[in-house]
């Protein structure tokens, strides 16, 4: 903490007692101020190092961002400014809407940051351990070193079942080398979460995120009830379709036969592989040409981003604002493929999140409502890559090939959305498993949930620790409900737009290509507003009501469901 910066909190929170509301938000004000002044430039520069260690896996860019996340968790963990904080929310008065809110967004990252300093170092380094070793790994099959892109390949394309099994295995392989450090993450980040008061960090990141773990606990098992059938149903067709492939019987599949390391994508194997169309286009290009058709142009920030495979560079995808003033960039690993194609759309959804927030809105809100209101508009763009409508606009598709497609591309959607809400009950029970006890057999609980909910089979031996190999676990983590929370808004923003502002019955047509409405909605209601409402109150403005599942259910399952409203207080 810069000592000359906050000299006076402590001081001034003396004043208290006796000051009147005006003079308690002057003085909440004048934290703020100085809050920012030093968290504005370090927060960049922070960004920035992750950036550099990303792009080049570099041990010493891990070192430099060791050192600007401890500095940062530093000033968070402040005990006086932490109780003067405390003592302005507990005495309700500060009634400024747009100061209520940076209020709670600041009482909320103190809190899960009031641990002893040498803790907090011991955290940050951990986890700065855990996080380079993950993105630097590179699996190995037959002792030779491959990339996640190889991997995805293999999966996707190749028939020889050894092989296969081969790829999923080395996908795997980083989770046994981490697998150590992150149990001892997971246990000191519980210690520390214990020390502010929560029975563990899971719990703790979820209250302070603004949701509560009861009603998490309702969606996901409300998902189970919804989506179980229609699964089961959907994958025995799917395995039918994959032993036929392999010349197995489907008792045999096991889960190196779909496609992906972790199940959490449909294998695009029914009657069109859709790789076919993306193969001769630039998925970049594409992705480009589309958000400026509707008036929110990506070009600057694809200017910026770091978009192709090498050695050393992180293997996955995310987008970074760096420092909340414009400077905003994604990462990717691109090949025109379908899985790309979806990705990059989905990057740069959360990217415009950033870009198009309102520059006149303070430093502390121009992120967005929640993280998972930014996943929202990431899927709600990163869907239409199975779009039929937009494949024939984007792609240049005839009438008769957009007919051909038709059928198989929804096909591929539904069951994308039903198997990734099975996905998700996976990561959301596991971790929160394993927060409530890092000493369990993790490996066979993993197995566990993902017989229960995805209906793949265990592989015969010791189970090993594969499920260390999801990088959220180390990148993310207590993060994952969010995607499947961002589905259901995604889905009830796509319901709002068709049915509420174009007025139409049905969303048959409908492409969002060259329609700058869509842009201009998103920047009034979504993108522009950032964090200056609480999600749920920016949800019901921007839709007209609370977060509903219907439109998730409509959309997906064909279901219709009545009085499944989450409770408005709710998460």
């Excluded at 929310?89 to 809190?111: C, F, I, P, T, W």
């Excluded at 606990?217 to 699964?231: N, Q, R």
């Excluded at 050695?311 to 090949?335: E, M």
């Excluded at 984007?394 to 959305?417: C, I, N, P």
């Amino acid at each position: 903490m810069n000592r000359q910066v906050f000299f006076s909190v402590a001081a001034t929170a003396l004043l208290l007692t006796g000051c009147g509301r005006n003079a308690e938000e002057r003085q909440l004000q004048g934290f703020i101020d100085r809050h920012v002044a030093v968290l504005d430039p370090l927060a960049a520069k922070a960004n920035l190092a992750y950036w550099d260690a990303a792009t080049t896996g570099k041990a010493e860019d891990y070192e430099k961002l060791g050192e600007l996340q401890l500095e940062i968790r530093r000033i968070y963990s402040d005990a006086d400014d932490f109780a003067l904080l405390k003592g302005i929310k507990e005495s309700e008065s500060v009634r400024k809407a747009g100061l209520a809110r940076q209020l709670d967004k600041l009482y909320n990252g103190y809190l899960a940051n009031q641990i002893p300093p040498e803790m907090l170092k011991r955290l940050v380094e951990t986890d700065t351990r855990v996080q380079e070793k993950y993105n630097t790994y590179r699996g190995k099959i037959d002792g030779q070193e491959v990339t996640m892109s190889d991997i995805y390949t293999i999966m996707t394309t190749e028939k020889d079942v050894r092989k296969r099994e081969l790829a999923w295995r080395a996908s795997k392989q980083v989770g046994d080398v981490i697998a150590g450090d992150l149990i001892e993450l997971v246990k000191l980040r519980n210690e520390a979460a214990r020390l502010v008061g929560f029975e563990n960090y899971h719990t703790m990141m979820i209250v302070t995120g603004e949701q509560s773990v009861e009603q998490l606990d309702a969606i996901f098992a409300k998902l189970d009830g919804l989506t179980e059938k229609p699964f089961s149903e959907l994958k025995k067709e799917l395995d039918v379709i994959l032993a036929k492939s392999y010349g197995i019987d489907t008792g045999e599949l096991m889960p190196w036969h779909y496609h992906d390391p972790f199940f959490q994508r449909t294998p695009l194997v029914y009657e069109l592989d859709l790789d076919i169309y993306y193969r001769d286009k630039d998925v970049k290009e594409l992705a480009e040409e589309y958000y400026a058709s509707v008036g929110l142009d990506v070009d600057d920030i694809l200017a910026s981003s770091d978009l192709y495979d090498r050695q050393g560079k992180y293997p996955h995808a995310f987008s970074t604002d760096i420092d909340r003033h414009g400077d905003v960039r994604i990462l990717c690993n691109l090949q025109n493929t379908e899985r790309w194609a979806e990705t990059i759309l989905h990057e740069l959804g959360h990217a415009v999140y950033s870009k198009y927030h309102d520059e006149s809105e303070p430093w502390l809100l121009r992120e967005p409502a929640h993280s998972f209101t930014t996943e929202a508009v990431a899927m709600f763009f990163g869907r239409l890559s199975r779009n039929a409508a937009w494949m024939q606009e984007m792609l240049d598709m005839s009438d008769a090939e957009r007919s051909k497609v038709e059928g198989v591309t929804w096909k591929y959607l539904q069951f994308q959305q039903i198997l990734f809400a099975r996905w998700a009950m996976v990561m959301y029970n596991f971790e929160k498993a394993l927060y409530a006890d890092p000493e369990q057999d993790l490996n066979n609980l993993w197995w566990r949930l993902v017989e229960k909910y995805q209906f793949v089979k265990k592989p015969g031996g010791p189970a090993d620790a594969g499920w260390a190999s999801k990088l959220h676990f180390t990148t993310a983590p207590c993060y994952y409900h969010n995607y499947m929370l961002g589905e259901l808004f995604a889905s009830q923003l796509h319901h709002h737009y068709v049915r509420d502002i174009l007025g139409l019955e049905s969303d048959e047509n409908v492409s969002y290509v060259n329609d700058k409405r869509l842009g201009d909605f998103l920047r009034k209601e979504v993108l522009g507003p950032g964090a200056k409402y609480h999600w749920d109150e920016m949800i019901e403005r921007a839709t007209g009501e609370a977060l509903n599942p219907k439109y998730f259910a409509e959309q997906f399952l064909k279901y219709t469901l009545q009085g499944s409203k989450f409770p408005r207080a709710g998460l």
